[in-house]
Antibody, heavy 125, light 106 residues
Framework: QVQLVQSGAEVKKPGASVKVSCKAS????????MHWVRQAPGQGLEWMGW????????NYAQKFQGRVTMTRDTSISTAYMELSRLRSDDTAVYYCARDSVPIAVAGPLIIFDYWGQGTLVTVSS | EIVMTQSPATLSVSPGERATLSCRAS??????LAWYQQKPGQAPRLLIY???TRATGIPARFSGSGSGTEFTLTISSLQSEDFAVYYC????????FGQGTRLEIK
C-alpha cells in the first residue's frame, strides 16, 4: 500500500532553515510528482510546489520562490523540502502529497491522492 | 487571481440527514475541482476529483456536482465519521484551496 512517512517535528528560530523529509513506499517513487502543502494552525491548506522525482525538476508557488528548495534522493525513495529565512508565520504543519497521475501519462494534474502524516514546524525565538 | 469561496463556514446537520456544501470560484475552473475531507490531527483525504468522480474507496454517499464556477459536495446520509472539515481545491491553474466548511453534529 502507498505510504508517505515524514520526519518529526522541528522547532526553529527566526532566520533559520528547516528541511523536512518524506519517505515513499508501496509504489515507484520516480513515477509520480510529489507536492508539498502546508497548513498554519487553525487555517486552510496552501500549496508550495512540486518536484518531479524522476528528473529532479521543480515548480514552486510564487510566494515561496527564493526561499524553498525541493530535492529528492531516488536511492532511498525520499523527497525533501527545505524552507529558509524562516519567520513566525511559517509555523505550520507541512505535508508531502503525491500527485494522482503517473508522470508517464501526463501531469502534474495537481490532485493529491496520498498524503504524509504531516510535520509540525514551529518558528519561535 | 482566482478566489475559492466555500459556504457555509460551519454546517450543523443531524446524523442520517443530507449535507450540502458549496464552493464557488471567482472565475471558471471548468471541471478541475477536487474535494478533500480532513479530521482533527489528520492529513486531508481525497474524496472527489473532476468535480464529480469519487476517488478510490470513497463511499457512494459522497457525490460532487457542478462546473465552471459553482460546485456542490453532497453527503446523502451522514454517518458519525463524516463530521469533519471539507475543502475544495481548483487545479485549473495554480492550485488553490477554499477556506473550508466545518461539518458538525447538530
Amino acid at each position: 500500500q502507498v505510504q508517505l512517512v515524514q520526519s518529526g517535528a522541528e522547532v526553529k528560530k527566526p532566520g533559520a532553515s528547516v528541511k523536512v523529509s518524506c519517505k515513499a513506499s508501496g509504489y515507484t517513487f520516480t513515477g509520480y510528482y510529489m507536492h508539498w502543502v502546508r497548513q498554519a494552525p487553525g487555517q486552510g491548506l496552501e500549496w508550495m510546489g512540486w518536484i518531479n522525482p524522476n528528473s529532479g525538476g521543480t515548480n514552486y508557488a510564487q510566494k515561496f520562490q527564493g526561499r524553498v528548495t525541493m530535492t529528492r534522493d531516488t536511492s532511498i525513495s525520499t523527497a525533501y523540502m527545505e524552507l529558509s529565512r524562516l519567520r513566525s508565520d511559517d509555523t505550520a504543519v507541512y505535508y508531502c502529497a503525491r500527485d494522482s497521475v503517473p508522470i508517464a501519462v501526463a501531469g502534474p494534474l495537481i490532485i493529491f491522492d496520498y498524503w504524509g502524516q504531516g510535520t509540525l514546524v514551529t518558528v519561535s525565538s | 487571481e482566482i478566489v475559492m469561496t466555500q459556504s457555509p463556514a460551519t454546517l450543523s446537520v443531524s446524523p442520517g440527514e443530507r449535507a450540502t456544501l458549496s464552493c464557488r470560484a471567482s472565475q471558471s475552473v471548468s471541471s478541475n475541482l477536487a474535494w478533500y475531507q480532513q479530521k482533527p490531527g489528520q492529513a486531508p483525504r481525497l474524496l472527489i476529483y473532476g468535480a464529480s468522480t469519487r476517488a478510490t474507496g470513497i463511499p457512494a454517499r459522497f457525490s460532487g456536482s457542478g462546473s465552471g464556477t459553482e460546485f456542490t459536495l453532497t453527503i446523502s446520509s451522514l454517518q458519525s465519521e463524516d463530521f469533519a472539515v471539507y475543502y475544495c481545491q481548483q487545479y485549473n491553474n495554480w492550485p488553490l484551496f477554499g477556506q473550508g466548511t466545518r461539518l458538525e453534529i447538530k
